[in-house]
């Protein structure tokens, strides 16, 4: 059971990619100017053992209380590309919705701490989902907090509480948090200077399956540093899947809205692994 669970961890950052994936396939292809940035990942392949550890009371941690960014999107799947704007607002460990938009709005995503809700405008249709029923269903642990450090670029893993890291250095002088647990392979990637993240892979050590994200072109926002740039990429064993989001706009708010209300003529329609009892 501890084995299997932490296989199915690996579906836990692959969530919010299906989201887009549900409600873009039926939109169509529409060819986008974002490049696929360089990543960390070749670097990482040297490294040796360091005694040097991350400074985590000035870990680049992104906080906030609300958080809204608004950023170009383009996702990469069986060779279709999908260009599409994208605007998220974001409540501190409470809720976050998701808007993508060609000219006019598409679709909007509304993940809660035990529900999540959308829906797309093509061919008004619906969805929702609770965590328990995910969790029900796939044997996921599936959470709020880890979908959002995902978007923003907190660790996944708490550094401080969690026992049994190893720590690598590499060519670069990046720091490596690596922990393998029941099969699956962890991977942090900090620089070591600035305390930044820049990069997390997760991998499932027998299959080869991985997932790894990456962080780039930091801008200041307020005391953390918001990574700009955040690419996805997923190895599922039968595909490839390639996320990238760009951030052109960013704002912080004590008080902003959550506007999302599923029209009352649309079709409920099955999500991506929930079945309609």
């Known amino acids: 059971m501890v084995v299997q669970a932490q296989i199915n961890n690996l579906l836990i950052v692959r969530f919010p990619v299906f989201i887009f ?5 039926g939109c169509g292809p529409k060819k986008s100017s974002i490049d696929f940035p ?4 070749d670097i990482v392949i040297k490294k040796s053992i360091s005694n040097d550890k991350i400074d985590y009371e000035n870990l680049n941690y992104i906080d906030f209380s609300n958080l809204i960014l608004s950023s170009t999107a383009n996702l990469e799947y069986n060779n279709n590309n ?14 976050m919705l998701v808007s993508g938009s060609l000219i006019l709005p598409i679709f909007k995503v509304l993940i809660e701490r035990d529900k999540v809700s959308g829906y797309q405008k093509v061919d008004r249709t619906f969805f929702e989902a609770n965590f328990s029923d995910i969790r029900s269903k796939l044997g996921v642990e599936l959470n709020y907090s880890e979908i959002e450090n995902l978007f ?15 720590i690598y250095k590499n060519d670069a002088n990046m720091l490596i948090y690596n922990i393998d647990i029941d099969n699956v392979g962890y991977n942090m990637i900090f620089d070591s200077k600035s305390n930044k993240l820049l990069g997390q892979e997760i991998t499932q050590l027998e299959s080869k399956r991985y997932i790894k994200i990456f962080y780039n072109s930091f801008q200041k926002l307020n005391d953390f540093d918001l990574p700009c740039l955040v690419s996805i990429i997923i190895n599922d ?40 009892k």
């Open 82 to 95: 999908y260009g599409f704007d994208l605007n998220l607002r974001f409540s501190k460990g409470n809720k």
């Open 38 to 41: 360089n990543s960390y990942s």
């Open 152 to 166: 923003l670029g907190n660790p996944i893993l708490d550094l401080k509480s969690s026992k049994g890291f190893k």
């Open 21 to 25: 994936l549900f409600i873009l396939i």
């Open 237 to 276: 064993g039968k595909n490839l899947i390639k996320l990238t989001i760009s951030t052109r706009s960013k704002e912080v708010s004590n008080q902003i809205s959550f506007p999302f209300k599923i029209p009352a003529n649309y079709r409920k329609t099955q999500f991506w692994f929930i079945k309609e």
